[in-house]
């Protein structure tokens, strides 16, 4: 079982600087910086070589070829104690953070078995639940989630909005006896049909009313079974076991119970959500990316067809050592944005330029991999074209890289709105 984590003793190095015009000295305190996991982090890394002894690569791909759930692998991790690692001790987690979850995730997806559950049902909201529900929603909710009883999904996209979230309709309006009736429609939601609850983003005051167009947006803890919910599955070309579904909502029944967090200020949660999502997925991205440059490496390094091994090739070597320097880069950014985000800190920056680059390091990896298998990459023995849609789904979904870019040119850089 995993631990909670002993904060971190850092020794503070006091420097005298000489502020030159000024009359006194300052004292600059510098907490010293370590790049170093610690022994708990290496373990929680390392953990996906563990367990993928036992639920490999083969057995992920033969549950996505069906489109069937991991529910064993799933059940393990979550005995393990990872399905509920951002979730607080007292309701079955581990109490960790989203640091130790990118590692548990980029871990798991380093031996090709990542799942989109632990993004949408650990990271987007059991994560938030803990940090944000009432008592009795953390009673409620996260003891049977983190057991790994019931799951979660996270519904905001929907068809006419896509990407202009603040375009969205779903909408509940409040009634008479201050309940709520949910109407609207969600699209590519995945694991709706599976997950026993999800959490909806909708509006309770319209764009119109709306003093900024941020405001009006409340997430509802909805049970995905509810009377006036139906759902219907997308089939896409992504290899993955979660389902995506078509989600329609036609006067849902919904109590003050069921909101998360303030009503009309959803997205003051929202951003602890979509954040810690862009940092997961980068995760996974860089994992497989890694993954797929493994097989490459042991590959290209047996495989001779003139003299010596492929691999000494530098048309083949070089394209995967930049896709290699790539992926611990954009690694390395989704680690500080991580650990932004453990320390109360704005991590949208971090985040969003850590899944910009995983998303293309893992293409690159994905692509440079493929080429040193010539034609049995394309094979199902082999395996490495069935990574490929995933990672390329990252630079569409969940947010796409142009979106990305636009927060990195007009939030970062003060650059104007192109929108
Ligand atoms: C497999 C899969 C799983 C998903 N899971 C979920 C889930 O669990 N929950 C959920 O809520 N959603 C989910 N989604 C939805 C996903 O987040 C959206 O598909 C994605 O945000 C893009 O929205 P859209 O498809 O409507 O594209 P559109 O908004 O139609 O955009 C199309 C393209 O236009 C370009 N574009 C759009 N706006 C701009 C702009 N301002 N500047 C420059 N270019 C722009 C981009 O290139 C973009 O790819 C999933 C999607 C897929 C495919």
């Given at each position: 079982m995993l631990q909670r984590r002993k904060s971190a003793i850092h020794t503070p190095i006091h420097i005298l600087v000489n502020p030159g015009l000024a009359t006194s000295w300052l004292i600059l305190e510098i907490n010293s910086m370590d790049f170093r996991f610690s022994d708990e982090h290496k373990m929680i890394l390392e953990y996906g070589n563990s367990l993928a002894k036992t639920y490999d690569r083969k057995y992920w791909t033969q549950c996505a070829e069906r489109r069937a759930f991991p529910q064993e692998m799933y059940q393990q991790t979550a005995a393990d104690g990872f399905v509920g690692t951002m979730v607080p001790e007292a309701y079955g987690g581990a109490g960790l953070g989203m640091f130790e979850m990118t590692l548990f995730v980029e871990g798991l997806s380093n031996n090709g078995i990542p799942l989109l559950t632990y993004v949408i049902g650990s990271v987007m909201c059991m994560g938030p639940i803990g940090d944000y529900g009432t008592e009795e929603q953390k009673q409620r909710?996260?003891?049977?989630?983190?057991?790994?009883?019931?799951?979660?999904?996270?519904?905001?996209?929907?068809?006419?909005?896509?990407?202009?979230?603040?375009?969205?309709?779903?909408?509940?309006?409040?009634?008479?006896?201050?309940?709520?009736?949910?109407?609207?429609?969600?699209?590519?939601?995945?694991?709706?049909?599976?997950?026993?609850?999800?959490?909806?983003?909708?509006?309770?005051?319209?764009?119109?009313?709306?003093?900024?167009?941020?405001?009006?947006?409340?997430?509802?803890?909805?049970?995905?079974?509810?009377?006036?919910?139906?759902?219907?599955?997308?089939?896409?070309?992504?290899?993955?076991?979660?389902?995506?579904?078509?989600?329609?909502?036609?006067?849902?029944?919904?109590?003050?119970?069921?909101?998360?967090?303030?009503?009309?200020?959803?997205?003051?949660?929202?951003?602890?959500?979509?954040?810690?999502?862009?940092?997961?997925?980068?995760?996974?991205?860089?994992?497989?990316?890694?993954?797929?440059?493994?097989?490459?490496?042991?590959?290209?390094?047996?495989?001779?067809?003139?003299?010596?091994?492929?691999?000494?090739?530098?048309?083949?070597?070089?394209?995967?050592?930049?896709?290699?320097?790539?992926?611990?880069?954009?690694?390395?950014?989704?680690?500080?944005?991580?650990?932004?985000?453990?320390?109360?800190?704005?991590?949208?920056?971090?985040?969003?330029?850590?899944?910009?680059?995983?998303?293309?390091?893992?293409i690159h990896a994905v692509d440079a991999s493929l080429q040193c298998f010539g034609g049995n990459g394309f094979t199902k023995e082999y395996g490495i074209y069935d990574i490929y849609p995933l990672v390329r789904l990252f630079k569409t979904a969940p947010l796409n890289n142009e979106m990305v870019l636009n927060y990195i040119g007009e939030h970062v850089m003060g650059l104007p709105r192109s929108y």
């Open positions: 909710y996260l003891p049977d989630a983190c057991a790994g009883k019931t799951r979660f999904c996270f519904a905001i996209t929907e068809a006419d909005a896509g990407t202009n979230t603040m375009n969205a309709k779903t909408f509940a309006s409040k009634t008479k006896d201050g309940r709520y009736k949910l109407n609207g429609n969600k699209t590519f939601i995945t694991d709706w049909g599976e997950s026993d609850y999800a959490i909806v983003v909708s509006r309770t005051t319209s764009l119109a009313d709306a003093g900024k167009k941020t405001e009006g947006f409340t997430l509802f803890i909805v049970d995905t079974k509810a009377k006036g919910i139906e759902c219907q599955p997308i089939p896409t070309s992504v290899l993955v076991p979660e389902m995506q579904y078509q989600v329609f909502f036609d006067d849902v029944d919904l109590g003050p119970e069921d909101v998360l967090g303030e009503v009309d200020k959803g997205f003051n949660i929202l951003f602890e959500c979509l954040n810690p999502e862009r940092i997961i997925v980068s995760a996974i991205g860089t994992g497989l990316g890694r993954f797929a440059m493994s097989k490459a490496v042991e590959y290209a390094s047996e495989r001779t067809v003139f003299k010596g091994p492929i691999g000494a090739y530098q048309a083949l070597q070089h394209p995967l050592a930049k896709a290699k320097t790539e992926i611990e880069m954009a690694s390395l950014m989704s680690l500080k944005a991580a650990w932004l985000f453990d320390e109360g800190e704005s991590c949208a920056a971090e985040a969003n330029m850590a899944k910009y680059a995983a998303a293309e390091a893992s």
